[in-house]
C-alpha cells in the first residue's frame, strides 16, 4: 500500500468503516458501490476511487463483501490491534471521554488518567485510578503507552507534549484549544469542536432550501 494516500481519503475512511460496521450488525453480507453510494450520500465512483488507492476490494457483478471490506479498512485504519491510552486532565471533557465506551471497542484502551490537581489525585474514574504527574513518565515505559490523550488547558498543552514525546508517546489526540505543531517523529490530531460549530454556523447562514447531508 502506498504511504502517498491523501488525507482526505484517509479521513473518509472512519466513516466508511462505520457504516460497514452498522451494515455488518444488520446482518448484511454484499453490498454494491451503487447501495453504499446511496447510504452514504457519496457518488459511487468517489468510493471506488477511495477504494482502490488501497488495492480495490470489490468485484465486478459482486460489489463488496461487507466483512472483508470492514476488516481490511480496519487493517488500514491501524485498528487490527489494540492501543494503549493514557488520559491527562481529569475534568469534564476528560471524563466525558472516558465514560464513552465505543473507544475501547474499537481497541482503544484507557490504562491511567493523570491530573495535575492534587484533590483529584487518588480519585477513581470509570475504574481507574486518577495519578499524579509525577508518575506519568514511568507510567508510559512501563505500560507501553503509544497514544496520550490532552484534555487540559493549553496553557501548557505544548511543554507537556514536547515532554511526552521525549517519553515516548507516538501520538498525541489533542483536545487544548491550540494546535500542537511537533516534531515529524509524533502524530498528533487536534480535535476543535469549535470548529465544527462553526462551520455549522456557517452552512446555517448560508443555507438555501436544500436540506444538507
Ligand atoms: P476542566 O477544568 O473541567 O478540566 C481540566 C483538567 O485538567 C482539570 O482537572 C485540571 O486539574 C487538569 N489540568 C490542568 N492543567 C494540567 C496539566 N498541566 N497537567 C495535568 N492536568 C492538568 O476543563 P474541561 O472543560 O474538561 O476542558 C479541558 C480543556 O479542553 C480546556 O482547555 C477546554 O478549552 C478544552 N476543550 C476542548 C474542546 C475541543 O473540542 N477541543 C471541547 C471542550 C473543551
Same mark, same amino acid.
Given at each position: ?5 491523501? $488525507? ?14 452498522? &451494515? ?8 454494491? =458501490?451503487?447501495?453504499? =453510494? ?23 457483478? !459482486?460489489? !463488496? ?10 487493517? $488500514? ?42 484533590? $483529584? ?47 515516548? $508517546? ?22 476543535? &469542536? ?9 452552512? &446555517? ?6 436540506? =444538507?447531508?
Amino acid at each position: 500500500m502506498s504511504n502517498n494516500i491523501s $488525507i482526505a481519503v484517509i479521513k473518509r475512511l472512519p466513516r466508511y468503516y462505520r457504516y460497514l460496521g452498522d &451494515l455488518l450488525e444488520d446482518g448484511i453480507i454484499r453490498i454494491s =458501490s451503487k447501495e453504499l =453510494s446511496e447510504k452514504m450520500k457519496v457518488t459511487a465512483s468517489q468510493i471506488r476511487q477511495d477504494l482502490n488507492n488501497f488495492g480495490g476490494f470489490g468485484q465486478q457483478g !459482486y460489489g !463488496y463483501n461487507v466483512e472483508t471490506l470492514y476488516n481490511e479498512i480496519g487493517k $488500514i485504519l491501524g485498528l487490527e490491534k489494540k492501543h494503549s491510552l493514557v488520559l491527562i486532565g481529569a475534568g469534564n471533557l476528560g471524563k466525558a471521554i472516558l465514560r464513552y465506551s465505543d473507544f475501547s471497542r474499537r481497541g482503544f484502551v484507557f490504562k491511567g488518567v493523570f491530573d495535575s490537581n492534587k484533590e $483529584i489525585v487518588g480519585t477513581t474514574l470509570n475504574d481507574l485510578l486518577v495519578r499524579d504527574m509525577e508518575e506519568l513518565k514511568t507510567f508510559i515505559e512501563e505500560n507501553e503507552i503509544q497514544i496520550a490523550v490532552l484534555t487540559i488547558p493549553k496553557t501548557n498543552a505544548r511543554d507537556l507534549a514536547m515532554k511526552l514525546e521525549k517519553w515516548g $508517546i507516538k501520538a498525541i489526540w489533542n483536545f487544548a484549544p491550540v494546535d500542537l505543531n511537533l516534531s515529524s517523529g509524533i502524530t498528533v490530531e487536534n480535535v476543535h &469542536l469549535s470548529d465544527s460549530l462553526m462551520t455549522l454556523s456557517y452552512r &446555517l447562514k448560508h443555507a438555501d432550501k436544500k436540506s =444538507s447531508k
